[in-house]
């Protein structure tokens, strides 16, 4: 099973639509969860961290359910500058050197079309 | 405060050679990660370095490759004798020594791309 599952897609919606995109880990000791954003051939970059309380940060919504073993990331009035792949990312518990590590899941590629 | 810079951006090798990968970390960050992202896969782990020390290299291949961060200058990626296999998109992060190692910057990437 791969440390970090995510339904790779495509997923074609027009602009204004919701979306949500799921995710799941497989270690329960994970210690801080994240979505990150990666546009074609550059560099991942963070859009934010998620929290058990949930947050939200303009038309984006994300949430953790540690119980679950669940992260959910939710896209509001999809805009066009949205298309993007959208990663999944855990680290591992806090203990030992593997603090810091980043494990990646393989991605949602989300097109918004006109 | 410019961001973290990774050269070349793109190489191009021949298979046997040797492939040295750079790595700038932004101004005051002690803490590089490499990461290796394969054609339509996701990114992965390779190396964790703070200034002269190896902390983690569990995703480095045993063999060919190796990296380090010495007291001067940038973090070096390098691939011995490369095959086919090693094409790539080789993304380096940093990270400051007084926030959590959670916080990762990460550069511009080097393709690399192997005849």
């Known amino acids: 099973r791969k440390e970090v599952e995510q339904d790779p897609g495509p997923f074609n919606v027009p602009e204004g639509a919701t979306v949500a995109f799921n995710c799941t880990y497989s270690?329960?000791?994970?210690?801080?969860f994240f979505w990150y954003r990666q546009d074609c051939r550059k560099e991942p970059k963070l859009l934010m961290s998620?929290?058990?309380s949930g947050n939200e940060d303009g038309r984006f919504t994300a949430q953790l359910n540690r119980a679950s073993q669940y992260i959910s990331l939710l896209i509001r009035d999809s805009k066009l500058s949205d298309s993007a792949t959208y990663l999944c990312?855990?680290?591992?518990?806090?203990?030992?050197?593997?603090?810091?590590?980043?494990?990646f899941g393989q991605g949602t590629i989300l097109t918004v079309h006109p | 405060n410019a961001g973290v810079m990774q050269n070349p951006r793109h190489l191009v090798r021949r298979r046997g050679q040797e492939a040295r990968l750079r790595c700038s970390p932004m101004?005051?960050?002690?803490?590089v990660y490499w990461y290796r992202q394969l054609p339509e896969e996701g990114l992965k782990f390779m190396v964790y370095l703070q200034k002269e020390n190896i902390i983690d290299e569990s995703g480095m291949p045993k063999e060919r490759f190796s990296a380090e961060f010495p007291k001067e200058g940038p973090s070096i990626l390098r691939i011995q004798q490369v095959v086919r296999g090693d094409s790539a998109a080789y993304f380096c992060?940093?990270?400051?020594?007084?926030?959590?190692?959670?916080?990762?910057?990460f550069g511009p990437g080097t393709r690399l791309t192997v005849l």
């Open positions: 990312v855990v680290t591992p518990d806090a203990g030992g050197t593997s603090y810091g590590k980043l494990t």
């Open positions: 101004k005051g960050h002690s803490h």
């Open positions: 992060a940093s990270s400051p020594p007084w926030v959590s190692t959670d916080t990762q910057y």
């Open positions: 998620v929290y058990s």
């Open positions: 270690n329960s000791a994970s210690q801080s």
